[in-house]
């Protein structure tokens, strides 16, 4: 999914075309137990092997050897598809010092056998995982076995290799991968893309910042990206590769991200009116002022709206971002505060902040983890700063377990039973609109619970059923939420204690007040040319008996932009503004929205943004009242 780029220099971006001589070869057969990457297999020091291997049920083979540092090596791992074993097909990794997988390889060659090209890295030290499908953790969890062969030796094939070092730009420190720094080859469908977005190769730093990428690729378009946390990342420019010249050494200094999010406080109780005040401090680590729009996102769900998630963004007081100015150097403290009256105790969130140049939210310069946080009972709220590893926002929970009927359960079954219904009449909904969900509570205080335990269906007489007889005796709710294209939300049943033996619990769903109709995309959202237009267009329909006014909102999810920070998410109103748009909706009747996206105007060509749609209370952008996917869009040339 991201894009990348590659040098001006990028024409000595080597791609080797070699052909290997008929040296000796060492023929060597796998030898257990070799399946921990502890305790590999050691075929010594060499570059060319010849192996025999079998890959049993719940097995891995590991190995080591041995070669010169930066030497280009290529691993074919070979079975029935090309009648060189009986193993169908197969995965094959490298892994680093700590047992890391930094490449992997899978239906590479003759549609399920494995290639691998690379550069021996510094130590010289190659550390190897064969496996059969689908065990890509390389873990033995495999259900493909048989016999195979595993050649190494000089590649065969055009191969692009480079590698260098990565440093901090300020204090020359080497990034590693404990900073996330990453080193990644885009190609890009023509030179005419700003962005690149197919990925074709990774270089992770070992502990002294140094990466290698070698990778078997044709003649292309090709873009370098050069990443780390809390760092500018750098989008080098496409370059058109014909030549093939060898290797060649590129060594990249990254600066600190221009507006550093940091000391982020997070919210510990709430106030009378509920809500929830946090702080963080600005920094610009420039040695120029910076006009900057900072912002927080928040996503719920579910927090006890008829819907199962939100998703918006907040400024000072409104949906607009905040205006901050900062010298050369300085640093501002920022306080905000988040309403969370209407919550339910239970209800989780997660919440991040951003900061991008004055007036273009796609131009992210700054980025901040911000926390995690849940409503309790008691009025507070229990708040988790981000840990660092989250590289992008997380999307709010979702539903995991696939929707099921339990077994039949005989009279002296332990079961859990009992029937869904309409809000409205009070009777069964038998039409399959909605489905039921088993939540475990960890804490009975809570009005919400959140431990999933199963998800059934409901018949066609509006029951039923889950065999409980593996159930442990707890406290337990059910949620009842709507089928897709469905005018039911999302309710909760009270909590209840479960010890076995036959319980009855019937559930009424609730009506979301806001039904959407498909969401129809802007005309080429698939191709939108730089600069074009986009206007989404939807119905609302108002399925209440009384006059009904709603906020509405789109989130933009914008990738790869060409910022330094390179990821943006923010709210966008009907009119394409920042400002939420508020419209009264008749009873019963529909309205047709045409909502403006102002994307292929500020993002550049090769850049893909996905977009979802919101409804809400007036002012209360957490209590959903509606909620629409939406699409993908293409920014193009």
Not at 182 to 187: G, I, K, Q, T
Not at 223 to 237: F, G, T
Not at 458 to 481: C, E, I, M, T
Request: charged fraction near 15%; charge should be neutral; aromatic fraction near 8%.
């Amino acid at each position: 999914m991201s894009r990348f780029s590659l040098h001006v220099l990028a024409r000595r971006l080597i791609v080797l075309s070699a052909l290997v001589s008929p040296l000796a070869w060492a023929g060597i057969k796998d030898v257990e137990p070799n399946n921990s990457c502890a305790a590999p297999q050691n075929l010594g020091q060499t570059s060319k092997v010849k192996l025999s291997g079998t890959i049993d049920a719940s097995d891995v083979d590991f190995y080591t050897l041995t070669a010169k540092p930066g030497q280009l090596l290529q691993i074919d791992m070979r079975g029935a598809p090309s009648g060189a074993g009986t193993l169908g097909n197969m995965l094959m990794g490298l892994l680093d010092a700590d047992c890391s997988v930094v490449q992997y390889s899978d239906n590479s060659e003759n549609g399920l056998e494995a290639r691998l090209v690379f550069m021996a890295p510094a130590d010289g030290v190659v550390r190897i995982a064969a496996a059969g499908d689908p065990d890509f953790g390389f873990t033995g969890a495999n259900t493909s076995t048989g016999t195979y062969k595993l050649t190494i030796g000089p590649p065969t094939v055009p191969v692009i290799a480079f590698s260098g070092n990565l440093t901090d730009a300020v204090t020359g420190l080497p990034l590693t991968k404990a900073d996330f720094a990453v080193v990644n080859l885009m190609s890009c469908p023509s030179a005419d893309y700003q962005i690149c977005t197919t990925y074709s190769a990774q270089g992770i730093p070992d502990a002294n910042g140094h990466y290698a990428i070698a990778q078997a690729l044709p003649p292309g378009v090709y873009q370098i990206r050069v990443l780390a946390d809390n760092h500018a990342s750098k989008n080098l420019a496409p370059v058109t590769v014909t030549g093939f010249e060898g290797k060649s050494t590129k060594n990249y200094a990254l600066a600190p991200l221009p507006m550093v999010v940091s000391d982020m406080t997070p919210c510990q109780t709430i106030a009378a009116g509920g809500s929830c005040k946090y702080s963080y401090v600005l920094s610009n680590t420039t040695s120029k002022t910076l006009k900057t729009s900072v912002w927080s996102q928040t996503e719920q769900g579910p927090n006890g709206s008829p819907m199962f998630r939100t998703n918006y963004t907040m400024g000072k007081s409104t949906s607009a971002p905040m205006a901050i100015k900062l010298a050369p150097g300085e640093s501002k403290k920022v306080t905000q505060s988040m309403s969370l009256s209407d919550m339910l105790s239970g209800s989780t969130g997660a919440l991040y902040v951003y900061a991008s140049t004055a007036d273009d939210q796609t131009n992210t310069i700054g980025y901040g983890y911000g926390f995690n946080y849940t409503v309790t009972a008691a009025d507070k709220a229990v708040s988790t700063v981000r840990s660092a590893q989250a590289m992008k926002p997380l999307m709010a929970r979702q539903l995991q377990a696939t929707a099921r009927s339990g077994p039949a359960a005989s009279a002296a079954s332990d079961v859990i039973s009992g029937v869904a219904l309409d809000p409205v009449t009070n009777q069964p909904i038998t039409d399959g609109s909605v489905a039921v969900q088993l939540q475990g509570c960890q804490d009975p205080s809570l009005d919400l619970c959140m431990g999933t335990k199963a998800l059934f269906t409901v018949d066609a007489n509006g029951k039923y059923s889950y065999n409980a007889r593996r159930l442990a005796p707890g406290h337990y709710q059910l949620w009842a939420f709507r089928q897709d294209g469905t005018t039911y939300g999302l309710n909760y049943s009270q909590a209840f204690d479960y010890a076995g033996g036959a319980a009855t619990v019937d559930i009424t769903a609730a009506k979301a007040p806001v039904k959407y109709g498909p969401v129809t995309a802007c005309a080429g959202a698939d191709a939108l040319p730089v600069g074009t237009p986009c206007k989404a267009t939807y119905d609302l329909t108002n399925v209440t008996s009384a006059p009904l006014t709603v906020d509405l909102w789109a989130v933009v999810s914008t990738y790869e932009t060409g910022s330094v920070q390179g990821y943006s998410q923010y709210s966008v109103g009907v009119d394409g503004s920042s400002t939420l748009s508020s419209v009264t909706i008749a009873p019963g009747a529909t309205l047709t929205v045409s909502h403006s996206l102002p994307l292929a105007k500020q993002l550049p060509s090769g850049t893909y943004a996905s977009t979802e749609f919101f409804a809400s209370v007036p002012g209360k952008q957490a209590m959903t009242l509606g909620n629409a996917s939406g699409f993908y869009v293409n920014i193009v040339p």
